[in-house]
C-alpha cells in the first residue's frame, strides 16, 4: 500500500477539514432543536455529533465559531441550558438541508423548513415531530478547541433526559436499523442510510 502522507501544521484550513471530514465517515447528524430566550424555536443540523456514554447517556454536538460568531444553536443552548436531538432519516433529508441555511435568530426554522416544533414535556426545547427519534438533553459542559482570534469550536456535551422513539422502530429498547432509515454525513454534500448494513459476532 502506498502511502500519502499530511503533517497538520502544514495544511490550511480547508484541507484540514476536507480529510477530517472524508475520513471520519459516515457520521451521524444531530438536528439540534433550541429555543431562545424571546421565545423563536432554532433548528439546525450538526454532523460533528455522537453519543460518548450510556450510564448516564451523554450526547455531543460541536459548532464552529468563525470571526466571533456564535451561531442560535449554541447561544440558545447557553441562554437555556436545555436542547433537543432529532434523528434525521431518509424521508427528512430536504428538510433537514433546508434548515441547515443561515438565517437570523429571529426566524423559525422549523416552520421554514415545513416542520413541527413539539415539545415533549421534559426539557424547555422543542424537537421534530415528524422525526422517528427526538432525544432531550440538559447542557452539562462545554470544551472549547482552536484560536479563538479565528476558527475554533466549541464541543457541548448533553445528558439525556428523555428518548421518544416511533415505536415501529423498536422491540423492547433495541433499535431495527433499516426502519430507523437515519441519514449520515459523507463528504461534501453525500450522505449514506443505515438501511446498508453487515453483521459480524464479537469473538468469545
Request: aromatic residues 8%; glycine residues 8%; contains cysteine.
Amino acid at each position: 500500500m502506498e502511502r500519502t502522507s499530511f503533517l497538520v501544521e502544514e495544511l490550511d484550513t480547508a484541507e484540514l477539514y476536507k480529510l477530517t471530514t472524508g475520513l471520519i465517515v459516515p457520521r451521524p447528524i444531530g438536528w439540534i432543536g433550541t429555543r431562545s430566550t424571546e421565545g423563536v424555536a432554532n433548528l439546525a443540523p450538526y454532523s460533528f455529533f455522537n453519543a460518548v456514554a450510556t450510564n448516564p447517556p451523554v450526547l455531543l454536538f460541536s459548532t464552529g465559531i468563525f470571526d466571533g460568531v456564535i451561531k442560535d444553536s449554541l447561544q440558545n443552548i447557553r441562554d437555556t441550558g436545555v436542547f433537543t436531538a432529532s434523528l434525521v432519516d431518509h424521508d427528512l433529508a430536504v428538510a433537514m438541508n433546508d434548515s441547515s441555511a443561515t438565517l437570523a435568530p429571529e426566524v423559525d426554522e422549523f416552520e421554514r423548513a415545513g416542520l413541527t416544533a413539539t415539545n415533549f414535556g421534559h426539557v424547555e426545547a422543542p424537537g421534530v415531530s415528524e422525526a422517528k427519534a427526538v432525544i432531550e438533553c440538559n447542557a452539562i459542559r462545554e470544551v472549547e478547541f482552536g484560536d479563538k482570534d479565528g476558527l475554533h469550536h466549541v464541543v457541548t456535551f448533553g445528558e439525556v433526559v428523555a428518548f421518544h422513539v416511533d415505536s415501529n422502530v423498536l422491540d423492547g429498547t433495541r433499535v431495527d436499523p433499516v426502519q430507523l432509515d437515519a441519514l449520515g454525513r459523507l463528504a461534501g454534500m453525500d450522505y449514506t442510510t443505515t438501511r446498508d448494513q453487515f453483521r459480524l459476532d464479537r469473538p468469545n
